[in-house]
């Protein structure tokens, strides 16, 4: 269970052990009472499969006395008792998960950072990702499920019009560019993730296709302006890709293609569901590294 978007530079951790109906209750509670790009709530099973975890990454710190007082409201006294508060060290995740890590393959694009430029075979499509504080480097399941999905429908044909949804590093956005050499509208709600898009695109010299806005939801004027989209990414989490479904799907074109990630098994459905409903198709369901990325159809 995962609410929210992952905040930028996290700087506090809320964790909770209890039993699965009140990690439950937490999260639901929690999610509800903060803004879902201030925090990021995942409830879910620990690997003995005797308790349930909870954890709250806040980008500032947080009032722990009213944190305290909503998990006593949604559990009890005793659950809120065991609530211990963690302050974490600034990281650049994206530097830090590059370091060490061998280029990545996904069909014809190859994921690299900047000490492995040299080990780009020519028939690849090279992706340099420069070290920032924003998510999505290819290694990550859910990058690498979408750049797969990205790759496989370019064999179905050139998109008109291409928009990815929480870009984060860009690197979904580069990708289609790159691949299909047309524009790609691209979006975050985080300004940051805004920058490290643009120097990325700048860096792969794909600046002249990638446009990135800075955009909460989807009812911005330019998204509509940009649209219909043959093609649209959205490698986000659960809750927001069911809140965005009805605003996505109206942006899709007639015969367009959606790919969804950053789904856990347990909520593909829920996402599929809410797609489904708006009269899109389960066209490939595909699992990496324990997430689940989605491509889904809009029939003609």
Same mark, same amino acid.
């Given at each position: 269970?995962?609410?929210?978007?992952?905040?930028?530079?996290?700087?506090?951790?809320?964790?909770?052990?209890?039993?699965?109906?009140?990690?439950?209750?937490?999260?639901?509670?929690?999610? %509800?009472?903060?803004?879902?790009?201030?925090?990021? !709530? =995942? *409830?879910? $099973? @620990?690997?003995?499969?005797? +308790?349930?975890?909870? /954890?709250?990454?806040?980008?500032?710190?947080?009032? %722990?006395?009213?944190?305290?007082?909503?998990?006593? !409201? =949604? *559990?009890? $006294? @005793?659950?809120?008792?065991? +609530?211990?508060?963690? /302050?974490?060290?600034?990281?650049?995740?994206?530097?830090?998960?590059?370091?060490?890590?061998?280029?990545?393959? =996904?069909?014809?694009?190859?994921?690299?950072?900047?000490?492995?430029?040299?080990?780009?075979?020519?028939?690849?499509?090279?992706?340099?990702?420069?070290?920032?504080?924003?998510?999505?480097?290819?290694?990550?399941?859910?990058?690498?499920?979408?750049?797969?999905?990205?790759?496989?429908?370019?064999?179905?044909?050139?998109?008109?019009?291409?928009?990815?949804?929480?870009?984060?590093?860009?690197?979904?956005?580069?990708?289609?560019?790159?691949?299909?050499?047309?524009?790609?509208?691209?979006?975050?709600?985080?300004?940051?993730?805004?920058?490290?898009?643009?120097?990325?695109?700048?860096?792969?010299?794909?600046?002249?296709?990638?446009?990135?806005?800075?955009?909460?939801?989807?009812?911005?004027?330019?998204?509509?302006?940009?649209?219909?989209?043959?093609?649209?990414?959205?490698?986000?989490?659960?809750?927001?890709?069911?809140?965005?479904?009805?605003?996505?799907?109206?942006?899709?074109?007639?015969?367009?293609?959606?790919?969804?990630?950053?789904?856990?098994?347990?909520?593909?459905?829920?996402?599929?569901?809410?797609?489904?409903?708006?009269?899109?198709?389960?066209?490939?369901?595909?699992?990496?590294?324990?997430?689940?990325?989605?491509?889904?159809?809009?029939?003609?």
């Amino acid at each position: 269970m995962l609410e929210g978007l992952h905040p930028v530079a996290p700087t506090h951790l809320m964790r909770l052990e209890t039993s699965e109906r009140a990690a439950r209750r937490v999260a639901d509670i929690v999610s %509800e009472s903060f803004d879902p790009a201030e925090t990021a !709530v =995942a *409830a879910f $099973e @620990a690997p003995d499969g005797r +308790i349930w975890l909870v /954890e709250v990454f806040f980008r500032e710190a947080p009032d %722990e006395t009213a944190v305290r007082e909503l998990v006593r !409201v =949604a *559990a009890g $006294e @005793a659950v809120a008792a065991c +609530i211990s508060f963690h /302050e974490i060290a600034p990281t650049d995740w994206v530097k830090s998960s590059l370091d060490g890590l061998k280029p990545v393959r =996904a069909g014809r694009f190859c994921i690299h950072g900047s000490h492995d430029r040299d080990r780009v075979p020519p028939s690849a499509i090279g992706i340099e990702i420069e070290a920032a504080l924003a998510f999505g480097t290819g290694h990550h399941g859910t990058t690498l499920g979408c750049l797969r999905a990205i790759d496989r429908m370019a064999g179905a044909g050139r998109p008109r019009a291409v928009l990815d949804v929480g870009t984060g590093t860009g690197v979904l956005a580069i990708a289609a560019a790159l691949r299909h050499r047309l524009p790609v509208l691209a979006s975050d709600i985080d300004a940051v993730s805004v920058e490290a898009a643009r120097a990325n695109a700048a860096l792969n010299r794909a600046q002249t296709f990638v446009r990135v806005i800075h955009a909460a939801g989807l009812r911005d004027a330019r998204f509509r302006r940009g649209g219909p989209y043959d093609l649209v990414l959205a490698n986000i989490l659960p809750r927001p890709l069911v809140g965005l479904a009805t605003d996505l799907v109206a942006l899709v074109a007639t015969g367009g293609t959606v790919i969804l990630s950053g789904i856990i098994p347990p909520h593909a459905n829920l996402v599929v569901s809410a797609y489904r409903t708006r009269g899109l198709r389960l066209v490939r369901h595909e699992t990496i590294e324990g997430w689940v990325t989605l491509t889904m159809a809009r029939g003609r």
